[in-house]
């Protein structure tokens, strides 16, 4: 299993930038596909972003070229760097981690960190 934080979220103008940032401890961090999700008030969560333990990247539509996702295995952690931000990038951001053979959606979750852009 594996233990998550999620850090760097707040209030942006939209236009604005914000780069959240992950820890991992407890399990072997590369053996681990790492994903962004997020989830705005009354919608289900949703998938923004994930890399896989080779560095594959995959993106929501909605984020594509505004939004990058990033990981460091010698540090244990993973970044979405965040730029171009709107209003509807308004939500709580969670950090997952799962092993590759485990279906996406599952695996271990942070406790989310809220991101509120302004108009």
């Known amino acids: 299993q594996v233990q998550l934080v999620e850090s760097g979220g707040g209030l942006v103008q939209a236009g604005g930038s914000l780069r959240l940032s992950c820890a991992a401890s407890g399990s072997a961090f590369s053996d681990n596909v790492m994903s962004w999700y997020r989830q705005a008030p009354g919608t289900q969560r949703e998938l923004v972003a994930r890399i896989s333990t080779v560095g594959t990247t995959n993106y929501a539509d909605s984020v594509k070229g505004r939004f990058t996702i990033s990981r460091d295995n010698a540090k244990n952690t993973v970044a979405l760097q965040m730029n171009s931000l709107k209003p509807e990038d308004t939500a709580v951001y969670y950090c997952?981690?799962?092993?590759?053979?485990?279906?996406?959606?599952?695996?271990?979750w942070g406790q989310g960190t809220q991101v509120t852009v302004s108009s």
């Open positions: 997952n981690a799962r092993p590759a053979w485990v279906a996406p959606g599952r695996g271990s």
